[in-house]
């Protein structure tokens, strides 16, 4: 039996939260940098090996509104043990995995990881204090940026040192942690919705989000222009035009439409697209030009590891502006700091664009992404809170969670075109043309942000008054 006393904590349950949403950053991120060392010791193509990233990118759409909408009807609480369980259940695949097929089977588990951030929100905002509730929001948004800066970091160690193996073995130790004090500390959700899961809108949001993200992610290799593009991303639309029609006439659905229309929630989804274009664009490109030769004459010839120290600067800023984020939101309002982390994004990217010959220049523009990224993740996830009914924060955060992952995919295989299409003939290496473009879109990303942003609704009461929401919030969803 677990000790009420000892679950009553909220210190604790947000400790618990905390290596949950590290962990799942940390493996979200690991093994992008190592692709090429996994490519080569199992023999795969590269076609093959980058369906470990596809893989768990589509696992981690469809499921992630899932998980949310079944935290919000079953409990947050037992839902997040499952989801651990799976996740941790897909890292032990991975770990013992010498085949390339068993690896992506693998990652597909691992995309139930996607709910822990859903869930994570929806249990603080269920259980702690409401002056508590920004800055714990705060801290754990924070750590998507963290935990992925870090992967980048540690994969060049991990695989030069050790094995591809060990991407998985490490995160599994903490995984099991997590899972453990999730079961022992964190409290049972006294909120829950009324209804079921409408698998209907479930299967169609599913067909949607996989096609549009195969076609996205396929994109470079196919052409963004060729009738297989174009063909899965019409039949991907046509799927979740159905399913909006869909949600609208059932009685439980899988996402209220109401809520999504919400001028808070529907502006936060666009600038959370936008900003993870920015932000998996520049995980791609930043490595990626620092480790081209010097020869190149923009290049600085870093090796694998090295490469993961320009993001360290990254970092560092959001793990000091997570704990911060909430005290700012509390004095200025989630919407400033909503505004403010996508001025810094957009300094950071207009920089690398104009300015990237000195590595200190990267380091800078490395640290200011940080720090926008750490505040707009913390803005969007308490904006989304404080604008939707408690029982509807689960899939609210999730749909908002997807929308980012989606901006993600389009970013990182956009920036990948314009570096495979600006290529240096007699060297084959990407001209220094195509980061500039590469830069260029995560600035233009980052500006609409800003513009999308400023139509968010201002509201004073972001220091942790997130437990309700008028009934005047809905009925704006119809004007």
Same mark, same amino acid.
């Given at each position: 039996?677990?000790? $009420?006393?000892?679950r009553?904590?909220?210190?604790?349950?947000?400790?618990?939260?905390?290596? *949950?949403?590290?962990?799942? *950053? &940390?493996?979200?991120s690991?093994?992008?940098?190592?692709l090429?060392?996994?490519?080569?010791?199992?023999?795969?193509?590269?076609?093959?090996? $980058?369906?470990?990233?596809?893989?768990?990118?589509?696992?981690?759409?469809?499921?992630t509104?899932?998980?949310?909408?079944?935290?919000?009807?079953?409990?947050?609480?037992?839902?997040l043990?499952?989801?651990?369980?799976?996740?941790?259940?897909?890292?032990?695949?991975?770990?013992?995995?010498?085949?390339?097929? &068993?690896?992506?089977?693998g990652?597909?588990?691992?995309?139930?990881?996607?709910?822990?951030?859903?869930?994570?929100?929806?249990?603080i905002? /269920?259980?702690?204090?409401?002056?508590?509730?920004a800055?714990?929001? %705060?801290?754990?948004?924070?750590?998507?940026?963290?935990?992925? %800066?870090?992967?980048v970091?540690? #994969?060049? !160690?991990?695989?030069?040192?050790?094995?591809?193996?060990?991407?998985?073995?490490?995160?599994?130790?903490?995984?099991?942690?997590? #899972?453990?004090?999730?079961?022992?500390?964190?409290p049972?959700?006294?909120?829950?919705?009324?209804?079921?899961?409408?698998?209907?809108?479930?299967?169609?949001?599913s =067909? %949607?989000?996989a096609?549009?993200l195969?076609?996205?992610?396929?994109?470079s290799?196919?052409?963004?222009?060729?009738?297989?593009?174009?063909?899965?991303?019409a039949?991907?639309?046509a799927?979740?035009? &159905?399913?909006?029609?869909?949600?609208?006439?059932?009685?439980?659905?899988?996402? /209220?439409?109401?809520?999504?229309?919400?001028?808070?929630?529907?502006?936060?989804?666009? !600038?959370?697209?936008?900003v993870?274009?920015?932000m998996?664009?520049?995980?791609?490109?930043?490595?990626?030009?620092?480790?081209?030769?010097?020869?190149?004459?923009?290049?600085?010839?870093?090796?694998?590891?090295?490469? %993961?120290?320009?993001?360290?600067?990254?970092?560092?800023?959001?793990?000091a502006?997570?704990?911060?984020?909430?005290?700012?939101e509390? +004095?200025?309002?989630?919407?400033?700091?909503?505004?403010?982390?996508?001025?810094?994004?957009?300094?950071?990217?207009?920089?690398?664009?104009?300015?990237h010959?000195?590595?200190?220049?990267?380091?800078?523009?490395?640290?200011?992404?940080?720090?926008?990224i750490?505040?707009?993740?913390?803005?969007?996830?308490?904006?989304i809170?404080?604008?939707?009914?408690?029982?509807?924060?689960?899939?609210?955060?999730?749909m908002?969670?997807?929308?980012?992952?989606?901006?993600?995919?389009?970013?990182?295989?956009?920036?990948?075109?314009?570096?495979?299409?600006?290529?240096?003939?007699?060297?084959?290496?990407?001209?220094?043309?195509?980061?500039?473009?590469?830069?260029?879109?995560?600035? =233009?990303?980052?500006? !609409?942000?800003?513009?999308?942003?400023?139509?968010?609704?201002?509201?004073? +009461?972001?220091?942790?008054?997130?437990?309700?929401?008028?009934?005047? #919030?809905?009925?704006?969803?119809?004007?």
């Open positions: 039996m677990k000790s $009420s006393t000892r009553s904590s909220p210190n604790v349950t947000l400790a618990v939260l905390v290596l *949950a949403g590290i962990v799942f *950053a &940390l493996l979200q690991l093994v992008a940098p190592a090429p060392d996994i490519q080569r010791e199992t023999g795969a193509s590269e076609s093959t090996v $980058s369906w470990m990233l596809t893989g768990y990118l589509l696992s981690a759409s469809v499921l509104p899932i998980l949310g909408r079944l935290g919000d009807i079953h409990g947050k609480e037992r839902v043990l499952g989801v651990l369980i799976a996740f941790g259940v897909g890292a032990l695949i991975s770990a013992v995995a010498n085949s390339i097929g &068993l690896l992506i089977v990652r597909v588990v691992q995309g139930a990881g996607g709910g822990i951030f859903p869930l994570a929100f929806a249990i905002r /269920d259980e702690f204090p409401r002056h508590k509730v800055a714990s929001i %705060g801290l754990v948004s924070s750590l998507l940026g963290v935990g992925g %800066g870090l992967g970091v540690l #994969a060049g !160690v991990i695989v030069e040192h050790l094995s591809y193996h060990w991407l998985f073995w490490i995160p599994l130790v903490m995984i099991v942690v997590a #899972a453990w004090a999730t079961w022992r500390y964190v049972e959700s006294p909120v829950t919705a009324p209804g079921k899961i409408s698998w209907v809108g479930a299967g169609l949001l =067909a %949607g989000l096609l549009v195969v076609s996205v992610s396929q994109a290799s196919w052409g963004w222009g060729s009738p297989r593009t174009l063909g899965l991303i039949l991907g639309l799927a979740l035009g &159905l399913w909006i029609r869909s949600e609208l006439r059932v009685r439980y659905p899988l996402v /209220d439409m109401r809520v999504m229309r919400i001028r808070g929630v529907w502006t936060t989804n666009v !600038v959370a697209l936008l993870g274009v920015g998996y664009s520049s995980f791609i490109l930043i490595p990626q030009l620092v480790q081209e030769p010097r020869s190149t004459g923009y290049g600085f010839g870093a090796s694998v590891t090295a490469a %993961g120290l320009f993001l360290l600067p990254a970092t560092m800023a959001q793990l502006i997570g704990p911060m984020a909430g005290w700012i509390r +004095r200025f309002g989630s919407k400033s700091a909503l505004l403010a982390g996508t001025v810094f994004g957009t300094a950071a990217y207009l920089m690398l664009w104009v300015a010959a000195e590595q200190w220049q990267i380091y800078v523009a490395s640290g200011l992404m940080g720090a926008g750490g505040l707009a993740f913390a803005a969007m996830a308490n904006l809170v404080t604008s939707v009914p408690q029982d509807q924060t689960g899939i609210a955060t999730g908002n969670t997807v929308t980012r992952t989606v901006g993600g995919a389009l970013g990182a295989q956009l920036a990948g075109t314009f570096l495979a299409g600006q290529v240096v003939a007699t060297t084959g290496l990407p001209a220094e043309d195509g980061f500039r473009l590469g830069f260029a879109m995560c600035t =233009a990303a980052l500006l !609409v942000a800003i513009a999308i942003g400023s139509l968010i609704p201002s509201r004073r +009461r972001d220091g942790g008054d997130a437990t309700t929401v008028p009934a005047a #919030a809905l009925v704006e969803t119809r004007a």
